[in-house]
């Protein structure tokens, strides 16, 4: 059984001994038993934590190789276990199940490693288990860090893109077959009749609205999973778009107003700060979306106008 190592190599088997194709007789046929073995660890491993086998890449013939020679990994060899976290990430793997793979592979190889299972020598085992720790440090380590990079990139990526859809669709002057199609990875239906919210704190305290903004968004998708809500921050506001029939069949009663679910979430905060919510009304398509915008921002420059008692929470 032939396991795939993750990147540009080609595939070949868990553990390949050096010259094992040259190797006659008992040579050969040890090396083959070695392969069947580490291939069998490979699958129940993978069955263990549900992460694909080949997530394995040339980890398992890293533990084997430490237990003879006590070497930790070379780089481009954690470089190897670094681009799989990658992998993992880009995928959409859980971290966690990778990292239950690699240790899972550990435990389950160690006990059939030939150093352990042939010594009586406590001491030959005790450097086994040593070199086999290191290894599993060093390669877990390598492993979660590249995971971590990957998604800090991909959340930056998509970050940069929502940043754009949103000043597209607030513009209103850029192409709507473009639009759809860039709406679509975030569940944005522009089909559907929408409406933007805007809210702002009442001083100008960028600290707060960063840090309500990531509150904010956090209990929307609670409150309305999947339901094309997004959320942005821009000149100084944030900026909610929420689809209009949100009185549809299993929605929460507190969420069918969504300026109220807004205003009721930012004044629960702890800031010192009151908070002024303005909404448009809602209209089809996406030129409805920058109509239903410019609505908003109207009824906001109204309000700001106006003394300010307590919390505010104004609509078109």
């Known amino acids: 059984m032939c396991l795939p190592v993750v990147g540009n190599t080609l595939s070949r088997p868990v553990m390949e001994s050096p010259g094992a194709a040259r190797m006659p007789g008992k040579k050969k046929s040890e090396a083959a038993q070695a392969d069947s073995w580490l291939a069998r660890v490979a699958v129940a491993a993978a069955k263990d934590s549900g992460a694909?086998?080949?997530?394995?890449?040339?980890y398992l013939t890293?533990?084997?190789?430490?237990?003879?020679?006590?070497?930790?990994?070379q780089a481009r060899e954690l470089d190897a276990v670094g681009l799989i976290g990658r992998r993992a990430a880009e995928d959409g793997i859980p971290s966690g199940r990778v990292v239950d793979l690699y240790l899972s592979a550990a435990w389950r190889a160690w006990r059939q490693l030939p150093i352990v299972a042939?010594?009586?020598?406590?001491?030959?085992?005790?450097e086994a288990a040593e070199a086999v720790l290191r290894v599993v440090d060093d390669a877990v380590a390598a492993l979660v860090e590249g995971f971590q990079t990957a998604r800090r990139q991909m959340i930056r990526r998509e970050e940069a893109l929502r940043r754009e859809l949103v000043d597209d669709l607030l513009r209103g002057d850029a192409d709507v077959a473009s639009l759809v199609e860039r709406a679509e990875p975030f569940g944005i239906d522009l089909g559907r009749s929408h409406q933007i919210l805007l809210a702002a704190p009442a001083n100008d305290d960028r600290p707060a609205l960063e840090?309500?903004?990531l509150s904010l968004e956090r209990s929307l998708l609670d409150s309305f999973g999947d339901r094309n809500v997004l959320i942005a921050m821009k000149d100084g506001q944030i900026v909610v778009l929420a689809p209009a029939d949100e009185t549809g069949p299993g929605s929460r009663p507190e969420t069918r107003d969504v300026a109220q679910?807004?205003?009721?979430?930012?004044t629960g905060l702890r800031t010192?700060?009151?908070?002024?919510?303005a909404a448009?009304?809602?209209?089809?398509?996406?030129y409805g979306i920058a109509r239903s915008y410019e609505e908003a921002r109207e009824s906001l420059a109204l309000s700001r106008a106006a003394p300010l008692?307590?919390?505010c929470r104004t609509s078109t």
């Open 272 to 277: 010192d700060s009151a908070w002024r919510v």
């Open 261 to 266: 679910f807004v205003h009721a979430r930012l």
């Open 118 to 126: 042939r010594s009586n020598d406590s001491e030959v085992v005790r």
């Open 62 to 73: 890293m533990l084997a190789a430490a237990t003879v020679s006590g070497k930790r990994p």
């Open 52 to 58: 694909p086998v080949e997530m394995l890449g040339e």
């Open 280 to 286: 448009g009304r809602d209209y089809p398509g996406a």
């Open 211 to 213: 840090a309500a903004t």
């Open 309 to 311: 008692g307590g919390n």
